[in-house]
């Protein structure tokens, strides 16, 4: 199994600002995911952060927009760059690891952001 | 490309309904198949999970059945409790990147 953590766990900011989340996991794991839930969606993935290469954008998304950053097999960060209202969501990072189900994807609480 | 569609909520129900939420996929090769479940005020997580045609996922007295020739993973339990109160997403993953699709998700809710 796996335990995740966020930082911060919401923030409210002003548009054109940046906000950067940290994702914290409690053992090393190989792939880690970035999701976006707006409000009274789905979750959308954003992009796939894998230690030692550029992270994978989904369609859609843009590493201008979305850098991500994978220092190490715990750890990763998504920044929110230039934010607009439509920017509103709830992030979520998550992991692929093994479980006695076999492996299963581990979400973390969440980061709720909100822009005005 | 791959998708995944539910059926729309809000779901209300009587403690000890049954409860059925369908869902259906759209995806090229074999997809495994999930449910995750988001209670009020928590995380994500799943709840169970098939990987192949006929297989069967269970968990906490809800089941989901992989129908490859109906393209469906309904959610089904038999008794409904107050506690199951959630929103219940249906997912597909369909390589090994790990790489989820949600459908839009269902909220249930379940009165005493």
């Known amino acids: 199994s796996a335990v995740i953590s966020q930082k911060p766990s919401r923030d409210i900011c002003q548009r054109g600002t940046s906000l950067t989340i940290q994702c914290q996991v409690d053992s090393q794991v190989t792939m880690m995911f970035w999701y976006r839930q707006q409000p009274g969606q789905s979750l959308t993935l954003i992009a796939t952060a894998n230690q030692g290469s550029e992270a994978t954008y989904e369609s859609g998304f843009v590493i201008d927009k979305f850098p991500i950053s994978r220092p190490n097999l715990t750890f990763s960060t998504l920044t929110v760059s230039n934010m607009s209202p439509e920017d509103s969501s709830i992030y979520l990072c998550?992991?692929?690891?093994?479980?006695?189900?076999?492996?299963?994807?581990?979400f973390g609480p969440g980061t709720r952001l909100t822009v005005t | 490309g791959n998708s995944v569609t539910q059926m729309e909520g809000p779901v209300t129900l009587s403690e000890e309904a049954f409860l059925t939420i369908n869902c259906t996929y759209t995806?090229?090769?074999?997809?495994?198949l999930f449910w995750y479940v988001q209670y009020p005020g928590e995380g994500l997580q799943l709840l169970l999970k098939?990987?192949?045609?006929?297989d069967k996922g269970s968990n906490k007295g809800f089941e989901a059945t992989y129908r490859k020739e109906t393209t469906s993973f309904h959610l089904e339990k038999g008794s409904v409790q107050v506690s199951d109160s959630a929103v219940y997403f249906c997912?597909?993953?369909?390589?090994?990147?790990?790489?989820?699709?949600f459908g839009q998700g269902t909220t249930l809710q379940v009165k005493p």
């Open positions: 998550s992991v692929d690891a093994a479980s006695d189900r076999g492996n299963e994807q581990y």
């Open positions: 995806a090229t090769g074999y997809p495994s």
């Open positions: 098939a990987t192949k045609a006929d």
């Open positions: 997912a597909l993953s369909s390589s090994n990147t790990g790489k989820l699709i």
